[in-house]
């Protein structure tokens, strides 16, 4: 091994530890000597999918992150059962109990966390474990097999998984709790009243407000099985169980043992009594009261501790030449115990160890889900209220259904679902990004998903969906295939699972499905990615906006320029990074900036929308949907020579040739000789239209005329998204304006504006704006908007879309209190524009000509 | 053993970018890299036969217009997690043409 290269030890083998090498390998695959320390005999796994292993669902195998050879062939030195004792700060290297050593030019510490053991007696008895590792769900399994009576001390999240688990492998359990209803820490008590019926419903005991003393155990026969397994007849509450028939512990069973057995005793947990000196019988106890952070090895270093391994936001300790992430880490006062902000840091901390040196932690919000099969929960932020804060509730208890949200100055600072729990990531969002919630009020309880998703036969809730159910409609992936491949493949984000089974990867429809499914896979592991704070793609770790704000201050005027001022991680970026950076260069500079072709999609490069066979189709500009015979006359002849094999009125008004061949596309525009429709791009779109005044009989205002000047003043217009307008003449709203990026609806006094609609993926209503009395004030605010949207939102947002992360309020006070700024917003919109060309004109000329020429020969 | 045919001049391919060329075994798209290196592959997806030839180039990878797959300019393997080829032929560059071996 290369002896000059810096050394990296991290000692925890663990999620947080193992997921920060791969981060760093991904940015700098050569830069350090890596070694690992870890105490367990296992390579890294999936410590949450413990849970399934033990309910039975799962096998160790299935729950490996990265096996033995992943070390192997990242070059990684692996010492498995290895507990490191010591670390050596002055000479820099650590050592194992054993006497291994390592030195260490930089040290990552994830030694996770310990399982906390109540200070009770009898503790150490055999039979007394906590629920962490394989060992212990090895243990689990084992005494399931043999034994009976199972106690969880502790009714949160690991408590009650471990309970399930061990319900479902035949043991008789009981939960003991401390605190009057279950998980108070994630959830009020009616929703804990829910769960607790639920669990009851699955054969849980629970035993609430107890509080536990002692511990007892006396000497038993060697565990043999007792019991058929799993398939264990029912028992009732307390009953005591054959065939070692166990009256009060102190009682004389044990003295009464057939005397052929004696020899075989050994000590074991046989039950547990409470404070207020009732007993029960429990053959193992599992406690689950919580966890602390592992810092011992940290503080004998003298590392600052306080309640974990302190660290700064770039996930150093104070020895700057250490890090620390995972359970074991307390950043700004808080130790996480959820893998999702681990996961976080773990990918700041490897931008640091890569030198990169411009990502910070800055903490993290989180939120809960119980792994549990057919329980449905989800719990974050603030759940109980207080001083100034208001409750949303919806509660149906017989219906199973429980909703709350927390909301103070009209914003979400928690919430509680339990049993429709479709809408948990749309209100973490809420919460997260802080956002107002004026607006959206009368219809947050009923949900996002609930208005208009298309294409999963009107599913919104994951958890009642059957296996061979379809999740995704346009790739035809059902919700088990989902399921298996997170738990198979590890996968933690929405991402990930995009990646590897395609569901939610095009047009993005059972998004919200997918995302349950993976949460309710991983529980509380699964972070709605942070909107908030989107890198633009994977090739750089900056924002859409910190971009869109650097290309305008620095006067960044190219792509290259733009990617090598952030550093770009790809040379040449990728397909989704350079359509991006096109279009903000575009909009930035409307004149200076020369549109990059290979940067664009296919169809804005060729200007015509590419098919499932590789032809083209051909829409030709028909403003408002108005046209003359001498203009279908035209279109008919080209059709007819061409031989077009398709054409199509559109659900945009005008004409679709479909089936057009590349090269003669060029000579189809020639003949056409119209302008183009842009209906390939992210661009002006239509402008629909209704009929209005001039004909029709409830006709208000002419909605017609106002819809070809729009389109006209929009024409050639890119945009973030596609861009779709409609104008109706009267409320009637033949034209569908409500359902458009920009709607106007005539009324006899006058316009209303609507923004924010879109038909498609997912039907969106769009928002009052504003009511105006001309024709030019509808111009006037609507060009406003439209150019706000242009300026401001990030590529591929649909006005909606933006919209829903800005706010109603923001665009109100940008577009309607602002005059001046509405002005000059409009002024940037038709300055932008003054210089666009047609595209089909200018290649109807010979612009770009060889992209629609192919090269011939034969052989 | 193998063939070269002269395709066109370098420049006539736009970098970052490809031209068709179209022979009796069918479309192949000849690729410009960044770097001014040439790849060739038959102009057919691997995943539902797209014209790979209009995708976004970058590095040595080209994303097809279709259903977005990524695929490795320099073996038409698709990048992972998809799975699948397309066959690939040799092209180079001399003196500033660009020639493809199709036997
Ligand atoms: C031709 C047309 C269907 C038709 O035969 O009527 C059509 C065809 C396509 N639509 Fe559409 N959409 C057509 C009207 C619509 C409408 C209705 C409308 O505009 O009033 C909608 C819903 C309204 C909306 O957009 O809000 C619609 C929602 C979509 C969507 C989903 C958009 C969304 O934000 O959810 C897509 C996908 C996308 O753009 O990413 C899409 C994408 C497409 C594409 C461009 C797919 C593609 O990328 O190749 C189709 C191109 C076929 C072609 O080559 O012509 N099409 N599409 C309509 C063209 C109207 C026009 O004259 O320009
Ligand atoms: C049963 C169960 C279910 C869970 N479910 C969820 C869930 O649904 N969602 C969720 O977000 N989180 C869940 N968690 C919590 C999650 O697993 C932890 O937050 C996460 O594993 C912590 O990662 P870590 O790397 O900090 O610690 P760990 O994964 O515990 O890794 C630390 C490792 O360091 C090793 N180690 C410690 N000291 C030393 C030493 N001195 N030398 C060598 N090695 C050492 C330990 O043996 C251990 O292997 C669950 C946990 C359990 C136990
Ligand atoms: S035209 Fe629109 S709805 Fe129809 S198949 Fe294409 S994208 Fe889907
Ligand atoms: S045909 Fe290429 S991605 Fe589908």
Known sequence: MDTKKTKLVVIGNGMAGIRTLEELLKLAPDMYDITVFGAEPHGNYNRILLSPVLAGEMTIKDIMLNDVDWYTQNGITLHLNKTVTRIDRARRKVVAADGAEADYDRLLLATGSNPFMLPVPGKDLPGVIAYRDIKDTDEMIEAASRYR?????????????????????????????????????????????????????????????????????????????????????????????????????????????????????????????????????????????????????????????????????????????????????????????????????????ANHLAQLGISRYTGSFTSTKLKVTGIDLFSAGNFIGGEGTEEIVLSDPSGGVYKKLVVKDDKIIGSVLYGDTADGSWYFQLLRDGQNIRELRGRLLSGQSHLGNSGHQGQNNAASMPDEMEVCGCNGVCKGTIVKAIKEKGLFTLNDVRKHTKASSSCGSCTGLVEQILASTIGGAYLPADDTRKPLCGCTDYTHEEIRKAIIERKLKSIPEAMGFFEWRNVNGCASCRPALNYYLLCAWPHDYRDDPQSRFINERAHANIQKDGTYSVVPRIYGGVTTPAQLKRIAEVAEKYAVPTVKITGGQRVDLLGVKKEDLPKVWADLDMPSGFAYGKSIRTVKTCVGSEWCRFGVQDSTSLGIALEKALDRMWAPHKVKLAVSGCPRNCAEATIKDVGIVGVDSGWEIYVAGNGGIKAEVSLFLVKVKSAEEVMEYSCAFIQLYREEARYLDRTVHWVQRVGMDYVKKRIVADAAGREALHERLKDALRNEKDPWQERVRGVAAREFAPIRFQS | MSEWIRVCPLEEIPRLGSRVVQTGKGDIAVFRSGSDEVFALRDQCPHKGGPLSQGIVFDRKVTCPLHGWTVQLDSGEAVAPDCGCTHRYRARVDKGEVYLSIS
């Open chain 1, 149 to 349: 009576h199972a106690v969880v001390i502790g009714g949160g999240l690991l408590g009650l998984e471990a309970a399930n688990g061990l319900k479902l492998r035949g043991m008789d359990v009981t939960v003991v709790h401390l605190m009057p209803w279950l998980m108070e820490r994630q959830l009020d008590r009616a929703a804990a009243d829910l769960l607790q019926k639920s669990l009851e419903a699955k054969g849980l005991k629970f035993l609430l407000e107890k509080q536990t003393e002692q511990i007892i155990g006396a000497s038993v026969l060697p565990p043999h099985r007792t019991h058929p397994h799993p398939s264990l007849p029912p028992e009732g509450e307390g009953t005591i169980t054959p065939p070692l028939s166990r009256g009060r512990l102190g009682g004389g069973w044990v003295d009464s043992l057939p005397p052929e057995r004696e020899g075989a005793r050994s000590r074991r947990v046989t039950s547990i009594r409470f404070k207020d000196g009732t007993e029960i019988p429990a053959d193992l106890v599992v406690m689950a009261v919580g966890i602390r952070p592992n810092t011992g090895l940290a503080e004998a270093a003298g590392l600052h501790c306080n309640r974990g391994v302190v660290v700064n936001d770039t996930m150093q300790t104070y020895d700057p030449r250490i890090y620390a992430v995972g359970e074991c880490v307390s950043h700004r006062g808080i130790a996480y115990g959820l893998v999702a902000p681990l996961f976080e840091q773990a990918r700041v901390c």
